[in-house]
């Protein structure tokens, strides 16, 4: 973990109440696919943490839903504003265990983090299969993205206005090796309970400090407690306990 200074270089709406934003700035901290940052909002106590959706050596890109003071805020920082940021929180995802065919699958703020994690595994020679899951095509986002990085790609809406309607385990009747998902907890209880392999969960809990001193995202596993932003937010199958 580092803190840094980073600046906006954009921050635009990719759906609705969902930005991407671009930093530039220090990833040499940035050890893995899945990892976030924390930001520092004036005015603000608590920081914000948001998953790194994608990374290079000089730019983080992180995509937010505009849910509350935080990020409204977060929504109308223009190019050139700077951001006091905690960078490399978290474990982050294990790319080397997926196998041949994995399966990445997102419900929607849980997508960001999984379009890193992707680029990765392709590049490592694994056919990647992507199920992102929204409640309808207005807030549907980097569906384009993750096709256009070699990705198949199944897109599901609650009301079925786009792909196959109804949540993420209706279209995870497919061949895959292993599983990596993120999104919100009853949607990853969901895919526990379908999946058929192996896989690494990305929990999104209500964080404090995000680096495991106030111990207050802290939850049980078969392995013992464990924080979420510290020893989490990817816990592996086994270990979850519902």
Known sequence: ????????????????????????????????????????IEGLYLRRPISVCDYDENTITIIY?????????????????EFD??????????????????AVIGGGVGVPPLYHLAKRL??????????????RKEEIFYAEEFAQIGCKVFVTTADGSV????????AMDFDYTYVYTCGPEAMLKAVYDKSRTSG??????????????????????????????????????EEIIW
């Open 1 to 40: 973990m580092e803190k840094e200074i980073l600046k906006v270089l954009s921050n635009r709406p990719i759906a609705k109440d969902v930005y991407e934003m671009v930093l530039e700035g220090s990833t040499k901290s940035i050890t893995a696919p899945g990892q976030f940052i924390n930001l520092a």
């Open 65 to 81: 839903k505009v849910v509350g003071k935080g990020t409204k805020i977060m929504s109308n920082a223009q190019a050139g504003a």
């Open 85 to 102: 940021v905690l960078v490399g929180l978290g474990n982050g995802f294990d790319v080397t265990l997926g196998g041949s065919k994995p």
């Open 122 to 135: 392709i590049a490592q020679g694994s056919s990647v299969t992507a199920v992102l899951g929204f409640n």
């Open 163 to 170: 792909g196959t309607k109804g949540f993420v385990t209706d």
């Open 200 to 237: 690494q969960f990305s929990f999104e809990r209500r964080m404090g400090c995000g680096f495991g001193a106030c111990m207050g995202c802290t939850c049980k596993t078969k392995y013992g407690n464990k924080r979420i932003c510290r020893e989490g937010p990817v816990l592996v199958k």
